[in-house]
């Protein structure tokens, strides 16, 4: 396989699951706000926070934290980057430079997903369309992955895939911890935030974490029960700890990959060695801080091995 | 209002599918009855279907416009174009005739120059081809042959009379909507494909690569070819990587290869480099190997003509194949077959003028204003005059420039180009002025595409058929009526 073409298939993977992402993280922040009261002092201005996007956010819009401005910044402002119409874009533009790789399924579903998101993104802006939006764009997201897991040979192609997509959802997941963590850990031992309990479960149901959650037959949802499941659980497929023993897996299938293995081992050891119990707010964010370094640095590794640029 | 052959026209020349009576050819009545069968809700629903199904299949062209690329869906009209299968068999013959005649000249041309010692081609057109490369003199590749894909342009004038019209031998495409267009047709009308006999062309792309293994330097292993492409900014790159995936061949770019000390060809993969051993190049020649042609080109790769000359690897179509793919070569293309074939030429040129016979000069200079006068080395419609439309401006430019470069410019009449039934604005369907590009491929043996790609131009009257100048597309059906009829 080409060196560049690796490259395109793994970015055009990052993409996708960025979109998919933040497509979840607005819908089930909508859900929530329904629930919480007026006062609750939650707003949507958290999400800009979840993406580390404050200082552009900022500089296009100084005034502005409401609703409609945030999601237009994340759904279809040209402004934004890695916007989900941005995203959707590039990874398109990514998947036609690879298009002879792919079976012909995978470029027609996110040829579809791709007029899908550019026709229908604007009118999303109303709450009213919405819902409907992000619910048909998460299940083609879906469809996309299901699609190339049936019909792609299992070959190197598909290792960076996976590559692509569990790097970037170890990265989107911690994005989402560590924001609800700091709204939602508390600092003291006692003092809890308002509704905490629903503010907890809608962190599990942006990562459509909920069922499985409570499937492990825990009594209550405690902050660090479900810290510790986002985190640490080796079984759901969003958690930062699946996530990177899916890219150990498939750097086991490639030759020359000693250097990322270690980098991979290393963020794996760490990551079951946290006591999630014991921290604190300010603890937990240090910690997110260093994994997200660390897919950075695994990212490198991965590209030095593979992408050719030395 | 369903739609009514009887009231078809007005035809002013040949119709392809329809009589001068107003009947459906015999190849073509079954196809017309079903659509006659069609009210307007139908076809609106067969419409919308198609276009879908161009969609999703991401079936796109790129054009510029204002410095930056869009992609645009592919224009396909509804109704299939047909050609009956007897018809299509001296067609198909016709073109394996040209080909291997314009090969053998190619091969002449850059070893021996018989026929030119012979008198029957004249040295000064050779000195005058901008196509020409020396750096290619005294190489006798594979089979002897240069131009392994053709894509020669086939028009129909107002008599009948099928002609030749250009012989594309350097970069020719359009051979994916072609294969795309039957992909389509087969999504919306399948009760059509089980009815009528029609010759499938799906097996272009196993065609073309067995083709291109052939050239491969490595006789017993399982050769790795690769298609080289200028990239996504490039107006057919949808048909490169088109064919790459279906040959399951790598796609390239110039920057994925590189030429070794060894002067053989290497692809950088995730584990090193590998070896490549045929190269079907969708690049010119001028943007080929910088190291020889032009030295600003970031498309190429540096050394490959050396490696090329080397026998390392096999080139399609060969550097210099481009010199037969001139229009001043083209005006002897008749003679070229009879020398090196001995054989009559199965499908004739366009009367055509050369500029730089005296006589020939005097006449178009005369009658200008009748004329299509078309430069040498152009392709794609630029820089053409077409006399019937030309301001008087325009025709005192031409003959000034013929005057000065008469080596430069050709003459042919101009032609009352064939229509096809095409499905026009509110359901109606009229007559629309239509060309043919089938493919003709040749190395260890020789291969024709069933029928090829019919562009239709769409606006009433236009003769241009470019889909990046409003043309657009059909659909083309060999259909075999049976008995021999």
Redesign the interface.
Known sequence: MLSRVAENIYWMARYLERAEDTARLIYSTSNLLLDLPRNAEVGWYELIRVFGAETQFKELYPEAEDERTVLKFLISDKANRDCIVNCIRGARENARVTRDIFPFEVWEQINELYYFSTEHAKASLSRRKRHEFLYDFIRSCQTMIGISMGTLPQDEAYQFLRFGRNLERADMSSRIIDVAAAQLLPEEEDINPAFATIRWMGVLRSLSAFQAYRQQGLVGISGSAVLQYLIQSREFPRSMHHCLLDVSICLKSLEKSHKPRRRVNALLKEINAVDIKSLRRSGLHQYIDEFQLGVGHLHDAIADAYFGHH | MPIDFSKYGPVTGFDEMISAKGNPRLMARQLCRYFSGLNDDEIEELKRASDLAI????ISFTVYSEGSNIDRAWPMDLIPRVISSKEWEVTAEGLKQRLTALNLFINDLYNKQEIIKEGIFPRDVLAGSQNYRPQCEGITPPYGVWAHICGSDLVRDGDGTQYVLEDNLRVPSGVSYMLENRHVMKRVFPELFEDIDIMPVDDYTTQLFEMLAALSPRRNESPEVV?LTP??YNSA?FEH??L??QMG?????G??LLVDADDFVY?????GLKRVDVIYRRIDDDFLDPEVFRKDSALGVSGLLRAWRKGHVGIANAPGAGVADDKVVYAFVPEIIRYYLNQEPIIPNVPTYLCMRDEDRDYVLAHLDELVVKPANESGGYGLLLGPYATKKQLKTFAKLIRENPRNYIAQPTLNLSTVPTLVEDGRVAPRHVDLRPFTLQSKKLYSTMGGLSRVALPEGSLVVNSSQGGGSKDTWVVDVGGGK
Do not use: F, N
């Open positions: 969609k999703s299949l991401g298609v990239g996504i790159y990587s088109y790459a995936q061949a790598e796609l390239v770019q920057s994925d692809m950088k993969t995730i584990y």
